[in-house]
Nanobody, 117 residues
């Protein structure tokens, strides 16, 4: 079955760029109809969708985060990445990558990212 694994620094300083990578195994990020997402959950709050990249490489972003967000992929490594620029402590959250396709969603385990000086 498909597995997703988030990786990247757990601590980022304010004003810097948060960078995370999702490594996918058991399936290809170019498979027709798959969408590859980033979602986060701040402490004590609900899930917030950040954006995604589809099987063709097209991206979509949450309107509230669009100006700071870039999602890209490396098909040779079967990975997709998140870059969130100019972060503040309000960006502290557990960050998840996830695959959705008709009728199902597969999640990574999540990774804690803290924004602090």
């Amino acid at each position: 079955q498909v597995q997703l694994q988030e990786s990247g620094p757990g601590l980022v300083k304010p004003s810097q760029t948060l960078s995370l990578t999702c490594t996918v195994s058991g399936g290809s990020i170019t498979t027709n109809s798959y969408y590859w997402n980033w979602i986060r959950q701040p402490p004590g709050k609900g899930l917030e969708w950040i954006g995604n990249i589809d099987y063709r490489g097209n991206t979509r972003y949450s309107p509230s985060l669009k100006s700071h967000t870039s999602i890209s992929r490396d098909t040779s490594k079967n990975q997709f990445t998140l870059q969130l620029s100019s972060v503040t402590p309000e960006d502290t959250a557990v960050y998840y990558c996830a695959r959705n396709v008709l009728g199902t969603t597969a999640w990574g385990q999540g990774t804690q990212v803290t924004v602090s000086s």
